[in-house]
């Protein structure tokens, strides 16, 4: 199967460690651009280049695995493409600690029933 694997930039040692399995399993693995991408579009097309590196990544892809720090924009970008290209997601790592948990959690503390 031919996995591309999108996510959250401080996520890449776990996303590489688990690449790693999955290639050792037989899928073929792709991972997204960085920051750190060299640009076929010049030097002041970073941004661009990496969101069109990325659709192409999901345009290859049979499946989607998942690293999201749940605030990451260029993830949801990511996310976005998977969703217009009809691309089936799986969500492998989703980092528990969002605001929406503090404010359930500080909602808690006042709940009396």
């Not at 694997?5 to 890449?12: A, K, L, R």
């Not at 651009?33 to 030097?43: C, I, K, N, Q, T």
């Amino acid at each position: 199967m031919k996995i591309a694997i999108i996510g959250t930039t401080s996520y890449i040692e776990r996303m590489k460690s688990y690449a790693f399995k999955l290639v050792n399993l037989g899928h073929e693995v792709r991972m997204p651009a960085f920051d750190d991408h060299d640009s076929e579009l010049g030097p002041d097309d970073i941004e661009l280049a990496i969101c069109l590196h990325n659709r192409d990544l999901v345009k290859w892809a049979d499946e989607i695995h998942l690293f999201w720090d749940q605030r990451s924009m260029g993830t949801m970008f990511d996310l976005g493409m998977c969703i217009a290209l009809d691309k089936p997601v799986k969500a492998i790592y989703l980092e528990p600690k969002t605001f929406k948990n503090v404010i359930l959690q500080w909602e808690k503390r006042f709940n009396t029933n």
